[in-house]
């Protein structure tokens, strides 16, 4: 079955399905229901967000939305309190990015009544909190550079492949994919496991020619069809090791938000594309929570 038909038609399914109650609800909405407290949560204060920041002339982020880099940006001004103008690209849109930047990338950020654009989450956020202009500076504490943390994102990185990837086109709903071009573009440079970033594109030489179009969309719908119950008891097993290195349902290390969490939520937001996941309920609060803080909607409704 090739990967066409699968995003362009039997996949509309799906989407029906979501839209079937006028109920699109995002799971921040669920999350301002009180939640049960953790044993660490008991002693954790959620993080005091500040007055609302509107400017004359609203910041802009360019993002896609799948995209954990762009997330960090949009989270880090949702925390603040920024109100902002969200431009998504296509994944296959070259010129945008481009006559801003120089380049194809993602976030871009843009201060209108400055003139100024620039790019990289971390230099945005950075730009974002040493600004008077957008509320209290230095409001969110600086990474903790924890080990543990970084060891769980990697040993989970072939595993969130193989069940995300699959996922963000398959939907039908993300607006960087609303296009068979961009979507096409995203399987064309995104390998599968266990193919290398190298293997999977190849270098132009005839050594290594790379993947041809129509197996990467054979791969992509192989990966979607396949049962996920082995993969989802290996990342529900990851989540229950994650639950304890969380300190609380508000902020991942001690001591208060942080830019630990500005990352670590960031890529965690994609893991609830998956339908099927069990999350323990401390991690769970962690997700709703920031999600509602941050004002970025996880993706629980579409999830498949």
């Known amino acids: 079955m090739k990967f066409l038909a699968l995003s362009s038609s039997l996949l509309l399914v799906s989407v029906v399905n979501a839209f079937s109650t006028n109920d699109v609800v995002y799971k921040s909405i669920k999350s301002a229901m009180p939640l049960s407290m953790s044993t660490s949560s008991e002693v954790a204060s959620p993080f005091q967000q500040g007055p609302r920041i509107v400017r004359d002339e609203l910041p802009v982020v360019y993002v896609y939305d799948?995209?954990?880099?762009?997330?960090?940006?949009?989270?880090?001004?949702?925390?603040?309190?920024?109100?902002?103008?969200?431009?998504?690209?296509?994944?296959?849109?070259?010129?945008?990015?481009?006559?801003?930047?120089?380049?194809?990338?993602?976030?871009?950020?843009?201060?209108?009544?400055?003139?100024?654009?620039?790019?990289?989450s971390l230099d945005i956020i950075a730009k974002v909190e040493g600004d008077e202009r957008f509320g209290e500076t230095n409001s969110i504490l600086p990474a903790s550079d924890r080990k543990d943390l970084k060891a769980w994102q990697k040993s989970v990185q072939s595993l969130l492949r193989t069940l995300q990837r699959p996922r963000y086109v398959a939907t039908g709903l993300l607006p960087e994919f609303q296009q068979i071009d961009a979507r096409h573009a995203f399987i064309k440079n995104h390998q599968l496991p266990p193919y290398e970033k190298s293997e999977w594109k190849g270098d132009g030489t005839d050594e290594n020619p790379g993947i041809e179009m129509e197996t990467k969309l054979e791969l992509y719908a192989e990966a979607m069809a396949k049962d996920p119950a082995s993969l989802l008891e290996g990342l529900n097993a990851k989540l229950v090791e994650l639950d304890d290195m969380v300190f609380s349902e508000h902020y991942c290390t001690e001591g208060g938000l942080s830019m630990d969490d500005i990352d670590l939520w960031s890529r965690l937001r994609s893991i609830t594309i998956i339908r099927g996941v069990e999350w323990p309920d401390k991690l769970r609060n962690y997700m709703d929570n920031l999600s509602a803080l941050g004002d970025v909607p996880l993706y629980d409704q579409m999830a498949l």
């Open 66 to 120: 799948h995209c954990p880099f762009c997330v960090r940006v949009r989270l880090a001004l949702g925390v603040k309190n920024i109100k902002h103008n969200i431009h998504f690209m296509g994944n296959d849109d070259i010129p945008t990015p481009t006559k801003l930047v120089g380049k194809k990338i993602a976030p871009i950020f843009g201060i209108p009544e400055d003139d100024l654009i620039m790019s990289e």
